[in-house]
């Protein structure tokens, strides 16, 4: 009975009033969220109360293509363990091929004062599910800050470059595809060492590289690889192949597309890289009498010294 | 069986839901929304957590309001990982809209309403995208314009669900009368 009267005259603001003022305060959230990304925390409380949820809701399909792959038939295992067993061989040859040569590298890069752009210490991380986010291309791995993960490491599979740690919560983190539109990465053309940047179209199997001269030598077939110059993803992983090639003489530049060698949905596990700076910017020359408490900034690397051991 | 006691509108005299209720089917919309929706199904699948919304905001409308919009929305901001207030925004206008029609909603028949729904579910949708493209991210495709129309079939089922438990308490409240 009381329920009926005590609203019987007193309602409040209108509809109307409530909905501008709530409409005011969420443009000032998502204002406050896209300029200044000033709502970390709330986000990180409220994923710690929810991923745990999820992860529950994700169980079944996991458990349920463990038991899949529990009774893939026998044959297919003997099959697959014996590609494994020939890819392996003839990778143990070009790994230790690798290593020299990376140590090579490292020495002549050491006597430039240059650092190391190779990295190699990681953890392996499972897919947990796409995020459900259909305007974005991100997906979810089952590893976070608990393991040592931080938002802007590199995250490979097993044919190449996947993206990059873009949000990480306690349990779970966020992995931005190479194809999320304007997601870029710094690689360079195998053959001839020509730089460019491999930038996503917003579209799974797809990205564009852009600001190639119609007069560079790149061609359908390239394999694109990181540069590592960017500090982020480290040198030498496959990103892309080279697609299609389009110079048009009326454009200043050529229209280049390459398929992403990744893929996010054929692979469960990924491999996510934990070094976290893989050499350091190139810095101006700053006179060191500025800086008489040699607080600030680190003295420039030269010499063979400079260079820690990273390995 | 119902006085009709309010000259306005044609809306039945119910008690109101038990907060149980209320509460017990905003988790199950969340739950719904949370499942690990990818590729197609993620385009088309309606928004559980809004039409739950809906529904309370046109049954509850003392209780359920755009408060409850803004806060659901912050939450399925996070949980989607997409922009903060994107959601917030969207639900707080789709209440907004159902507090409007509310009362003309009462006199149709529930396939009439599931229409009205439909157009608010999509008005919901519409300012998802234009945000999502207002800061320059690409149209996933229009398979999305499929998810409010499952949300307007979806409505006649959820009605009939949601006035399960009510029915036996209105049974209750004929008893004691």
């Known amino acids: 009975m009381s329920v009926y009267q005590e609203n019987f005259f007193t309602r409040g603001p209108s509809p109307l009033a409530r909905v501008v003022f709530f409409a005011i305060v969420s443009i000032g959230v998502m204002i406050a969220d896209h300029r200044f990304q000033a709502l970390g925390w709330m986000r990180s409380v409220v994923s710690a109360m929810i991923s745990p949820i999820e992860t529950a809701l994700a169980w079944p399909g996991q458990a349920s293509r463990a038991v899949g792959l529990y009774f893939a038939g026998q044959h297919q295992l003997v099959e697959e363990n014996r590609t494994l067993k020939t890819e392996l061989l003839e990778l143990a040859a070009a790994r230790a091929q690798a290593d020299q040569l990376k140590s090579e590298n490292r020495q002549l890069l050491a006597l430039r004062g240059e650092g190391d752009r190779f990295a190699d210490q990681g953890q392996i991380a499972e897919i947990v599910r796409d995020a459900r986010n259909p305007f974005a291309r991100k997906i979810i791995i089952d590893r976070g800050s608990r393991h040592g993960i931080a938002a802007g490491r590199a995250v490979i599979d097993g044919a190449g470059v996947v993206g990059q740690v873009t949000a990480v919560g306690l349990m779970t983190s966020e992995v931005t595809l190479t194809t999320e539109k304007d997601h870029s990465v710094p690689v360079m053309v195998v053959r001839n060492g020509l730089r460019a940047l491999a930038v996503g179209a917003g579209r799974e199997g797809t990205l564009e590289v852009p600001f190639i001269p119609l007069g560079a030598d790149i061609q359908v077939g390239d394999m694109l690889v990181t540069s590592g110059i960017d500090g982020t993803y480290p040198a030498g992983l496959a990103v892309a192949t080279v697609s299609a090639v389009d110079k048009n003489p009326a454009d200043s530049f050529a229209r280049i597309v390459a398929v992403p060698v990744a893929s996010a949905s054929s692979h469960r596990r990924v491999k996510v890289f934990t070094q976290a700076e893989l050499h350091d910017y190139p810095r101006p020359d700053v006179p060191e009498a500025a800086d008489p408490g040699g607080k600030s900034g680190k003295p420039p690397r030269r010499g063979p010294a400079a260079p820690e051991a990273r390995k | ?177």
């Open chain 2, 1 to 177: 069986m119902h006085m009709d006691l309010s000259p306005a509108s044609r809306e039945p005299m119910r008690p109101p839901a038990p907060a149980k209720l209320v509460i017990g089917s905003f988790a199950a919309g969340l739950l719904l929304n949370l499942l690990p929706w990818s590729g197609w199904a993620l385009l088309v699948k309606p928004d559980f957590v809004l039409m739950v919304l809906i529904y309370w905001a046109m049954h509850e409308s003392r209780n359920v309001g755009q408060g409850w919009g803004f806060v659901l929305g912050l939450i399925m901001d996070v949980a989607d990982s997409v922009l903060l207030g994107q959601h917030a925004l969207a639900y707080v206008g789709a209440v907004y809209l159902t507090q409007l029609v509310r009362l003309r909603l009462f006199q149709l028949s529930v396939l009439e309403q599931a229409l009205h729904i439909g157009l608010i579910l999509a008005v919901a949708q519409g300012v998802n995208v234009l945000l999502n493209l207002s800061v320059g991210r690409d149209f996933p495709g229009f398979l999305l314009a499929l998810s409010p129309v499952l949300g307007a079939a979806l409505w006649p089922p959820l009605h009939f669900i949601a006035i399960q438990p009510r029915l036996r308490q209105r049974d209750v409240v004929t008893l004691m009368r």
